[in-house]
């Protein structure tokens, strides 16, 4: 809804639709009688548009978008407003965004506070401004700076914007006695002239023709496969071209089109799924709502190494001060090497200045005694992946911490009780997985042993959030939620190989369908020694050896390329050679190598695997749906509490396509029941695959017909 009030002479309008004002029907209709009763009433001689608690507005209402549209469209209420004689101003604190942005717009003249932010981030979510943006913001920004906020979505500062023309003011202190005042210096002035439906799009000396087919071509290059961009790029160049009228109408169609798209569909869950898994539960009880945080003002890091460096590195750029340490002088200056040489790296790229990289450094302790972590209010153990070290270094910990010290520990494997138990504070122990470089990505799985509290959790969950991270929560088994899916996922794609495609041709396919690398080339880049030596671990505790003969692995079936390829020095980007070749050791440029292809041939006819022309088509379904099949084993587990965790996981761990929303949003837009039927004939060809043992809770969905945002009923539970 929206409040009116008369102050002065001024109305005002106040969009009041907690948290952030969006504009449901009901906030579009109060905002269209606001400005008519305004108009009408001959004691208001000028209009202010505010917003409450903080926000002036985020735009649309997300949630409305799949109901269809009803009441006022964001263009009839700016229709009135330019025609009307008395000036509307907008005065906006907090966030003016997307239609926010565009009601602004509307508006004869628009003042901001200093901390406020103004953009259309609709390309985000799959579209591009729908209420007038592509329109009326070139006419204020000019098309350059237009373009480039309505295609990157990035908002900007009120200072920004005051230069770029999107504002006539910055104001400090209260805005709403800001708004009165400006409205009432501007009630004299013909508010004609201040309407930018009578502005042309300002060019600044540039070619539309030119500068059109440049700014295609490059977004058609940058967002492969995404839609959205290219029709900002569409909207804009054609305000830029027809008269005002008809690019609002055109861009009303694109906005539409769009809007029904799946693309957008998908991006809008995204948008709700990352704030979903903000809500976590624990299955004994205790969650979001009730568990405390406890306040982490210092950290600790115990291991200097790649990981432990670039996990320091996240906590002193988010301004906590950390103890980094290692067990000798050269490790840890090793360590703080690799450090600093990523820090510099943000610097050189321009997201930091020198003197900020200073300050953040300044807050680093390296350390080679333990005594330093005896304050830290959390320590993040990343030491080499091997329970009986990281047992050590628990018990440790535990003797020199403060007892109320959180004991992280950084894997992507262990049981996080059998690490819990070397401590005599099993509640104060948690799973923190960061992903490699762990300063660059963004998602952090967190994981809960059978003890952990709630306020532990409650605690890591924060703190991700706090070190710029994108926390999720998810429970003990092997691999937890991003590596065990991966399993299923990688071993398609080697059987895959074995039957007869090559890496590369798998590599495109998964490429082609969006994913930012292909598996081989992502195994190169890691090093296939550590895969390696992870399958040689796992076998020697089960007491097997793993040859390059070994097609089956305890009744399972298993490729042994990885074998065949360490065995011929074939490590990867750092020797130059692995699934593909390189120009040298750390080359970066993956070229087909007909010596892999040869040393696969072999290793095929030495096991007596007949290979055969694998078709992409094929390559996708048995990778997708075999780690989709575990995605549902995982929810009937209870290991996650809501698909949206997993597919969260899948956005922030591996690239996959924001636009197609995660696996398992794509499995459910493809179908369960023919996902389902499908992994049953995978079953039946693979026997020798537990991969492909259909999971049960699909196999209910399927059954049922109910979609996946129920699945909590076909299994009988729910934690939340
Ligand atoms: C558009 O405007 C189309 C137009 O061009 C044409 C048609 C008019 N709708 O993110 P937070 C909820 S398209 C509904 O946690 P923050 C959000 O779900 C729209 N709900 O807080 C959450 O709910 P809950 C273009 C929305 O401070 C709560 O508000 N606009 C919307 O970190 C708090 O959000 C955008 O794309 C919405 N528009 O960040 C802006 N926005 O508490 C999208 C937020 O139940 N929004 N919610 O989980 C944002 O970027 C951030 O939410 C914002 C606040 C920066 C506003």
Request: proline content about 4%; charged content about 25%.
């Amino acid at each position: 809804m929206a409040e009116y009030s008369i102050r002065d002479s001024v109305a005002i309008i106040q969009l009041d639709n907690a948290p952030v004002n969006a504009l449901s029907v009901a906030v579009r209709t109060g905002l269209y009688d606001g400005i008519e009763r305004a108009a009408g009433d001959g004691s208001v001689k000028a209009v202010v548009v505010c917003g409450k608690g903080g926000n002036f507005c985020a735009g649309a209402d997300i949630k409305e978008f799949d109901e269809g549209s009803k009441g006022p469209w964001i263009t009839e209420i700016g229709d009135f407003m330019d025609r009307m004689r008395k000036p509307v101003v907008a005065a906006i604190e907090g966030v003016a965004l997307g239609g926010g942005l565009e009601v602004a717009l509307f508006c004869h003249y628009r003042i901001a506070a200093k901390n406020a932010r103004v953009g259309q981030p609709e390309v985000n979510i799959g579209l591009i401004p729908g209420g007038g943006g592509t329109v009326r913001l070139p006419r204020a920004a000019g098309f350059k700076q237009a373009l480039e906020m309505i295609v990157t979505g990035n908002p900007v500062r009120a200072e920004r914007a005051l230069k770029m023309g999107v504002l006539d003011e910055v104001v400090s202190g209260n805005i709403l006695e800001a708004g009165i005042k400006f409205a009432l210096s501007k009630a004299h002035i013909d508010t004609s002239l201040a309407c930018l439906r009578n502005r042309p799009v300002r060019m600044d000396g540039l070619n539309i023709d030119t500068k059109a087919d440049a700014a295609l071509a490059h977004v058609k290059s940058k967002y492969k496969g995404f839609e959205a961009p290219m029709f900002c790029v569409k909207a804009v160049v054609n305000a830029a071209r027809v008269p005002y009228d008809d690019a609002i109408q055109k861009e009303r169609e694109y906005f539409f089109e769009l809007r029904t798209s799946g693309q957008s569909q998908a991006l809008r869950y995204a948008f709700f799924a990352e704030r979903q898994i903000a809500r976590w539960g624990l299955p004994g009880g205790g969650d979001y709502r009730t568990a405390r945080a406890i306040p982490v003002r210092s950290v600790g890091v115990v291991g200097a190494g790649t990981m432990g460096a670039g996990i320091a590195l996240c906590i002193i750029t988010s301004g906590l001060p950390c103890v980094l340490l290692e067990q000798n002088q050269e490790f840890l200056e090793k360590g703080v090497t690799s450090l600093r040489g990523q820090l510099m790296g943000t610097v050189r790229l321009g997201k930091m200045t020198a003197g900020e990289a200073e300050v953040c450094l300044s807050r680093l302790k390296p350390s080679t005694s333990m005594e330093d972590l005896k304050h830290v209010d959390m320590v993040i153990e990343a030491v080499f992946e091997d329970l009986k070290l990281k047992r050590e270094v628990f018990e440790r910990l535990d003797k020199t911490c403060k007892p109320e010290t959180i004991l992280c520990t950084n894997t992507s494997t262990l049981d996080i009780d059998s690490v819990a138990t070397a401590t005599g504070r099993p509640d104060k122990v948690v799973g923190t997985h960061f992903f490699a470089p762990s300063y660059l990505m963004k998602l952090l799985e967190n994981i809960y042993g059978s003890r952990t509290s709630p306020e532990t959790v409650a605690t890591v969950m924060r703190f991700g959030k706090t070190i710029r991270k994108v926390p999720v929560l998810v429970g003990s088994c092997t691999g937890f939620v991003a590596n065990r899916m991966l399993a299923p996922y990688t071993a398609e794609a080697q059987f895959c190989v074995e039957e007869g495609a090559s890496p590369a041709q798998v590599d495109s396919v998964l490429m082609d369908f969006g994913m930012p690398m292909g598996t081989f080339r992502v195994s190169d880049l890691s090093g296939i020694d550590v895969s390696f030596s992870i399958r040689r671990e796992a076998a020697r505790k089960l007491g097997v050896t793993l040859t390059v003969d070994s097609r089956y692995f305890r009744g399972q079936r298993h490729c042994s390329l990885i074998e065949r390829l360490v065995e011929k020095g074939r490590l990867g980007r750092k020797t130059g050679k692995g699934w593909y070749k390189y120009e040298g050791p750390g080359g970066t440029v993956p070229l087909e190598d007909p010596d892999v292809l040869e040393i696969i041939e072999t290793h095929c006819r030495a096991l007596g695997i007949e290979r055969r022309n694998v078709g992409s088509h094929e390559i996708q379904e048995r990778m997708q749906l075999a780690m989709i099949n575990e995605g549902f084993k995982i929810l009937e587990e209870g290991i996650c509490t809501r698909a949206e965790e997993i597919d969260v996981i899948w956005l922030y761990g591996f690239g996959w396509p924001r636009y197609l929303g995660g696996p398992m949003f794509y499995a459910s837009k493809l179908g369960l029941k023919r996902v389902f039927e499908k992994i049953c004939t995978f079953h039946k060809r693979f026997p020798h695959s537990q991969h492909w043992v259909p999971s049960v809770l699909l196999g209910k969905l399927s059954e049922s017909g109910l979609p996946l945002s129920k699945w909590g009923e076909a299994a009988g539970t729910s934690r939340l």
